[in-house]
């Protein structure tokens, strides 16, 4: 196991030199945080630090962006944050994907594809673990380092809301609201959780209306199809959360949202409300991720594509 | 002023006897929290307390309540808990209104009714303040107390997510989660925050679907009317936290909820997501609250209800 500590973790950051980080694919609000924040603080030590990912960072982040874009420059290291498997790099795998040096993260299904990892798997967030790191090599926080650890550690318990919520992510944030009270913890949270499009909410409407019960109503699917999306003018960056809605209903034990990336193809989504391991179900289908959220992608027709959900979900719920 | 210190709320709760604990109408969790667990700590001393509300606690807070409930008493003193006014005890005012001994809250329209009062306006919620006191006076938490403070500083923030969101709430969720590991918060909060009958989500899509917009868009009302109710069948208990849904559009600054109570009686709720200070529009109106969420009770057609409404918020808004 190339797994290594915190200091060791801090150790590698102090020395490294012209670091290009990587995000995940279709980056949250987590994995952006921490890669923003990585390279603010590696550029508070003078280095250079990029931020890489194969899709855009959507608009609502823009509060965490530096003041200055990083100029390009070739990497002398390579560092993922919040990345579990080499192909969530999505088309930055090829170029890096064998040559990761340091990983950051804290999904349980972290295949060990860089060279050292430093994986806390009970840790809320990646924000969460880069936090003690940072604190280990002495940095001082700046306003935008410290909006990039909120967010992070916001985004990924849900404020705060779910099982992964640590004692430290609330330690953390007190002491971030402490240090930095002029930022307006709540307008981030509104943007991040309340704040909703037009078109987001008539896609809501449609989607509520048609979720599917199964399983005497221990499983939900809602479908965001692709008729659904164009109907209701919504596009990627309206889709974001949209996974809190198949855990709403009383009795819901798991709760699948599908999203039609392109036509037979679905990047579905589980959420567990108690007892059942989504990340194990995922994994038996190509995916992975938290047990109580987790992902992957399945092709087929819709009627294919449930019956094999449903086949796997009913195997996991208690009798 | 009869304000008193926390010191002071702890030195009276000491020598108190037979407390009768009063809620406002409608409990929230805080309200339900604060009494609860101000009952359990003064029983944890040997003293007889009773908590009372005009309506009755709704049955998702049952796993706050005690194992063995207490019997009839007369009161020996009177202490009220979150609760801003003496209207605010409904039904029972006529008794208890003007012999409250301490009250303790913190919402800034406070009207002083009380012969004591611990108010502290900037708290995230009763239970913030509730711990500090029971701090003060030694006393150890039970499973019981934590859950109870835990669900008072989590609800009315809205899962740490609002602008009352204090650095102390994250600090003594952090020391509960600590000292309680056992507890399922990420239940409670399910519970709190996300589980939704199906009769609430089929009231939801009505409701959004109708949600009007005025003022360019910069104001929401969201009417849970008698009809849409009934056409849903929800009834009071499915309508908790509805006045999250009128924040929802993007731009919006003030959302207004109003539930009609009986024909002609709308209990309005109003939101801010930034800058106005709904509790002063409430107060215009005869109601009070916090800064950014705030109530009163309007009579009227839904006609006349939207013209006052709008005619006083539009006032409020910058142009």
Same mark, same amino acid.
């Given at each position: 196991m190339n797994r290594? *500590?915190?200091?060791?973790?801090?150790?590698?950051?102090?020395?490294?030199?012209?670091?290009?980080?990587? /995000? +995940?694919?279709?980056? %949250?609000?987590?994995?952006?945080?921490?890669?923003?924040?990585?390279?603010?603080? /590696?550029?508070?030590l003078g280095k250079r630090a990029k931020v890489l990912c194969a899709d855009p960072i959507p608009p609502r982040f823009s509060y965490l962006l530096p003041e200055t874009p990083e100029e390009d420059f070739p990497a002398g290291c390579v560092i993922a944050v919040d990345v579990g498997a080499a192909s969530l790099f999505g088309s930055l795998e090829e170029t890096y994907g064998s040559r990761v040096q340091l990983c950051i993260d804290h999904h349980i299904s972290n295949t060990f594809y860089a060279e050292q990892v430093l994986l806390e798997e009970n840790a809320s967030a990646a924000c969460e673990v880069l936090y003690r790191v940072y604190r280990e090599m002495g940095v001082p926080f700046?306003?935008?380092?410290?909006?990039?650890?909120? *967010?992070?550690?916001? *985004?990924?318990?849900?404020?705060?809301?779910?099982?992964?919520?640590?004692? =430290?992510? +609330?330690?953390?944030?007190?002491?971030?609201?402490? %240090?930095?009270?002029?930022?307006r913890y709540d307008l981030i949270n509104r943007e991040m959780f309340d704040v909703k499009s037009p078109a987001r909410i008539r896609a809501e409407i449609a989607m509520l209306s048609n979720m599917e019960y199964h399983?005497?109503?221990?499983?939900?699917?809602?479908?965001?199809?692709?008729?659904?999306?164009?109907?209701?003018?919504?596009? =990627?960056? %309206?889709?974001?959360?949209?996974?809190? /809605?198949?855990?709403?209903?009383?009795?819901?034990?798991?709760?699948? *949202?599908?999203?039609?990336?392109?036509?037979?193809?679905?990047?579905?989504? /589980?959420?567990?409300?108690?007892?059942?391991?989504?990340?194990?179900?995922?994994?038996?289908?190509?995916?992975?991720? +938290?047990?109580r959220a987790a992902g992957c992608l399945l092709r087929g027709t819709m009627d294919e594509v449930r019956r094999r959900l449903l086949d796997t979900v009913s195997g996991a719920l208690s009798p």
């Amino acid at each position: 196991m190339n797994r290594i *500590t915190v200091a060791q973790a801090a150790a590698f950051l102090q020395t490294c030199e012209d670091a290009h980080i990587l /995000l +995940h694919r279709a980056p %949250d609000g987590d994995c952006i945080g921490a890669g923003l924040s990585l390279q603010a603080v /590696l550029r508070s030590l003078g280095k250079r630090a990029k931020v890489l990912c194969a899709d855009p960072i959507p608009p609502r982040f823009s509060y965490l962006l530096p003041e200055t874009p990083e100029e390009d420059f070739p990497a002398g290291c390579v560092i993922a944050v919040d990345v579990g498997a080499a192909s969530l790099f999505g088309s930055l795998e090829e170029t890096y994907g064998s040559r990761v040096q340091l990983c950051i993260d804290h999904h349980i299904s972290n295949t060990f594809y860089a060279e050292q990892v430093l994986l806390e798997e009970n840790a809320s967030a990646a924000c969460e673990v880069l936090y003690r790191v940072y604190r280990e090599m002495g940095v001082p926080f700046t306003e935008q380092i410290a909006k990039c650890l909120y *967010t992070g550690m916001a *985004t990924d318990t849900g404020c705060f809301k779910y099982s992964n919520t640590t004692p =430290e992510a +609330h330690i953390y944030t007190a002491r971030l609201m402490q %240090d930095f009270p002029a930022i307006r913890y709540d307008l981030i949270n509104r943007e991040m959780f309340d704040v909703k499009s037009p078109a987001r909410i008539r896609a809501e409407i449609a989607m509520l209306s048609n979720m599917e019960y199964h399983l005497d109503g221990r499983c939900t699917i809602v479908w965001a199809t692709l008729a659904v999306c164009r109907e209701n003018g919504v596009d =990627e960056k %309206d889709m974001e959360g949209l996974t809190s /809605l198949s855990l709403q209903p009383d009795g819901v034990e798991v709760g699948i *949202t599908a999203r039609e990336r392109e036509p037979g193809v679905f990047k579905v989504s /589980l959420r567990s409300s108690d007892s059942v391991n989504v990340s194990a179900l995922c994994a038996q289908l190509g995916g992975g991720g +938290h047990i109580r959220a987790a992902g992957c992608l399945l092709r087929g027709t819709m009627d294919e594509v449930r019956r094999r959900l449903l086949d796997t979900v009913s195997g996991a719920l208690s009798p």
